[in-house]
């Protein structure tokens, strides 16, 4: 007999139920890593090189990634190639911490600390669905100029 007087079998039905409609869990077999930035300076602009791999990697839409960092670093910035170019003088440093920190906002769940979230976008709300764990969780909204 189950706590509270519960049947075992109705709980035993009731917990499979429960199990069907929860989503799969989906689970990277190798670790996550956030990816290093790879910078060029042209005068007074930046150019991270690797910016479509990064964007891929965190599973993530370039143009988010791209306004979330023009704003974060306070530069105009444009796609050029799988590129972007910051119009400033950006250090290496600088940009890695910029991408650590959309991925602590963005990617990581907040309740499981896993990597495999979507990023949902409705007209009024930002959140996280995490793909682990079921979590979802509102995120700011990152506002383009």
Known sequence: ???????????????????RKMPPRKVRTE????????VMQHGNKTILMNF????????RDE???RVFLARELAAPAAPSDGRLVLH??????TLQSAIEYFV???VICPICNGPDTKLVVTKKNWYLKCEI????SSVPPIKQR
């Open 104 to 106: 602590k906002k963005y």
């Open 1 to 19: 007999m189950v706590p509270g007087g519960m049947d075992d079998q109705l709980y035993l039905k009731m917990l499979d139920e429960l199990y």
């Open 133 to 136: 764990c079921g979590a979802e």
């Open 31 to 38: 670790r996550f890593r956030i990816p290093v930035v790879e």
């Open 88 to 93: 400033s003088r950006i250090s290496e440093d």
């Open 52 to 59: 479509k791999e990064i964007a891929e990697y965190l599973n």
């Open 63 to 65: 143009k988010i990634l």
